[in-house]
């Protein structure tokens, strides 16, 4: 794939990240170098109300006529906010690539924010809110992160009732001019499309500004916390600990790692909690891995009397990784990552989304490297890893039944 990409740094300071495919659908995205990381406690949650705001109204067109114009051509369009970036992406047949562009280039140029939505929107949002809080998966995921780092990092990315109640108009506009200016912005589309016409596109309708971006510093701890609650019949658990940032070669030892101890059903602890004793249904894994933060979890759902059970195979398992671990089990989970990559390439709006994470890791370039690091992880990186997960050096959280 990587003879089909391209990347452009234009002279008004927009990013294009483009990949070329011959099947007649395209999807586009652009993204702002900027979300949960650069917020003070008091302003949480801003950057995830400017996504949402932005779909509610420009100078050009309504609310419903930016949905409408996207989906009366078979399209799809939507957002999301993350820790590093916000991003307003849509998919559609590629003869319709045209329309994607501008309407995307309206909301992220006109957008009114008017007073009347702002406040429909945040009702919206505090829905959110207690649709998070209320499905306990989701709500663990969320608070682990309050265990794995100081505020303001650490800090729910929706943000809380009172820093939503305390972000107005003003508020909105201020971080709106102030980030959402080509110098912080990527546009990433895979699709069948002209990569010079996007580029002329992006030349002739953004001019160049200066860019004022917060950093808050990241601090990392580790805690655990349980938390109980009525209402409830399964006990939600995570564990979780810090692994490499993305700018270190190790990184990709923690993805090697969080394959083989809870990457599907062949995976380790599945094996040890759900087949052989017994104890859970669900059981997931992952890393976030971020050129500013980076921690790996582990989730299991379980019955109230088996947490700690649970914890401790985990643990467990951990500690017989550092130990057995061989080259022949290494080599087999290498391939079964760098399929599960594979994959994930198939479907152009996942492969948008690849592109635009390794462009702010560092260059979308990247993405195409992940075969060749994925099989240079040394054993010795893998082991070293999963012995470091005891002690104080893991957090942990579990939702029970009270």
Same mark, same amino acid.
């Given at each position: 794939?990587?003879?089909?990409?391209?990347?452009?740094?234009?002279?008004?300071?927009?990013?294009?990240?483009?990949?070329?495919?011959?099947?007649?659908?395209?999807?586009?995205?652009?993204?702002?170098?900027?979300? /949960?990381?650069?917020?003070?406690? %008091?302003?949480?949650?801003? *950057?995830? $109300?400017? =996504?949402?705001? !932005?779909? @509610?109204?420009? #100078?050009?067109?309504?609310?419903?006529?930016?949905?409408?114009?996207?989906?009366?051509?078979?399209?799809?369009?939507?957002?999301?906010?993350?820790?590093?970036?916000?991003?307003?992406?849509?998919?559609?047949?590629?003869?319709?690539?045209?329309? /994607?562009?501008?309407?995307?280039? %309206?909301?992220?140029?006109? *957008?009114? $924010?008017? =007073?009347?939505? !702002?406040? @429909?929107?945040? #009702?919206?949002?505090?829905?959110?809110?207690?649709?998070?809080?209320?499905?306990?998966?989701?709500?663990?995921?969320?608070?682990?992160?309050?265990?794995?780092?100081?505020?303001?990092?650490?800090?729910?990315?929706?943000?809380?009732?009172?820093?939503?109640?305390?972000?107005?108009?003003?508020?909105?506009?201020?971080?709106?001019?102030?980030?959402?200016?080509?110098?912080?912005?990527?546009?990433?589309?895979?699709?069948?499309?002209?990569?010079?016409?996007?580029?002329?596109?992006?030349?002739?309708?953004?001019?160049?500004?200066?860019?004022?971006?917060?950093?808050?510093?990241?601090?990392?701890?580790?805690?655990?916390?349980?938390?109980?609650?009525?209402?409830?019949?399964?006990?939600?658990?995570?564990?979780?600990?810090?692994?490499?940032?993305?700018?270190?070669?190790?990184?990709?030892?923690?993805?090697?790692?969080?394959?083989?101890?809870?990457?599907?059903?062949?995976?380790?602890?599945?094996?040890?909690?759900?087949?052989?004793?017994?104890?859970?249904?669900?059981?997931?894994?992952?890393?976030?891995?971020?050129?500013?933060?980076?921690?790996?979890?582990?989730?299991?759902?379980?019955?109230?009397?088996?947490?700690?059970?649970?914890?401790?195979?985990?643990?467990?398992?951990?500690?017989?990784?550092?130990?057995?671990?061989?080259?022949?089990?290494?080599?087999?989970?290498?391939?079964?990552?760098?399929?599960?990559?594979?994959?994930?390439?198939?479907?152009?709006?996942?492969?948008?989304?690849?592109?635009?994470?390794?462009?702010?890791?560092?260059?979308?370039?990247?993405?195409?490297?992940?075969?060749?690091?994925?099989?240079?992880?040394?054993?010795?990186?893998?082991?070293?890893?999963?012995?470091?997960?005891?002690?104080?050096?893991?957090?942990?959280?579990?939702?029970?039944?009270?």
């Amino acid at each position: 794939m990587k003879k089909n990409f391209k990347r452009k740094v234009l002279k008004n300071g927009l990013t294009v990240v483009f990949e070329k495919r011959d099947i007649p659908v395209v999807s586009m995205a652009f993204a702002v170098r900027s979300g /949960g990381i650069n917020e003070s406690i %008091d302003e949480k949650g801003i *950057s995830h $109300f400017i =996504e949402h705001m !932005l779909y @509610k109204g420009t #100078k050009n067109r309504s609310s419903r006529q930016i949905a409408e114009e996207i989906e009366r051509k078979g399209g799809e369009i939507n957002g999301f906010t993350s820790e590093d970036l916000t991003a307003f992406y849509c998919k559609l047949p590629s003869k319709h690539a045209k329309v /994607g562009l501008d309407v995307l280039t %309206d909301i992220m140029k006109n *957008s009114l $924010f008017l =007073e009347k939505e !702002l406040e @429909k929107e945040r #009702k919206v949002i505090f829905e959110e809110i207690k649709m998070r809080k209320d499905n306990p998966q989701i709500y663990v995921s969320d608070k682990i992160q309050n265990l794995l780092y100081e505020t303001p990092f650490g800090s729910d990315l929706i943000g809380t009732y009172k820093s939503m109640n305390s972000i107005n108009r003003n508020k909105i506009l201020e971080r709106f001019e102030e980030v959402y200016v080509p110098e912080n912005m990527i546009l990433c589309v895979v699709g069948d499309c002209d990569f010079n016409k996007i580029v002329n596109f992006c030349e002739k309708n953004f001019e160049k500004k200066k860019v004022k971006n917060n950093s808050f510093k990241i601090i990392k701890k580790n805690l655990s916390k349980v938390e109980k609650r009525e209402g409830i019949n399964q006990a939600n658990l995570i564990l979780a600990f810090h692994s490499p940032l993305a700018k270190n070669e190790k990184s990709y030892a923690a993805e090697v790692l969080m394959t083989l101890m809870a990457g599907g059903m062949s995976s380790r602890l599945f094996h040890e909690i759900r087949e052989e004793r017994n104890l859970a249904y669900g059981i997931k894994g992952h890393t976030n891995i971020s050129k500013n933060y980076s921690y790996s979890i582990i989730y299991v759902g379980t019955t109230k009397d088996k947490v700690k059970k649970v914890k401790e195979l985990i643990l467990e398992e951990f500690h017989k990784v550092s130990k057995e671990l061989d080259e022949n089990e290494l080599n087999q989970v290498k391939e079964q990552l760098i399929g599960n990559h594979q994959i994930s390439m198939e479907d152009s709006q996942t492969q948008m989304i690849n592109l635009l994470l390794t462009e702010i890791e560092s260059n979308a370039s990247k993405f195409y490297d992940f075969e060749k690091k994925i099989s240079e992880v040394k054993l010795i990186d893998v082991k070293k890893l999963a012995s470091k997960v005891k002690g104080k050096n893991y957090s942990f959280f579990a939702l029970i039944p009270k």
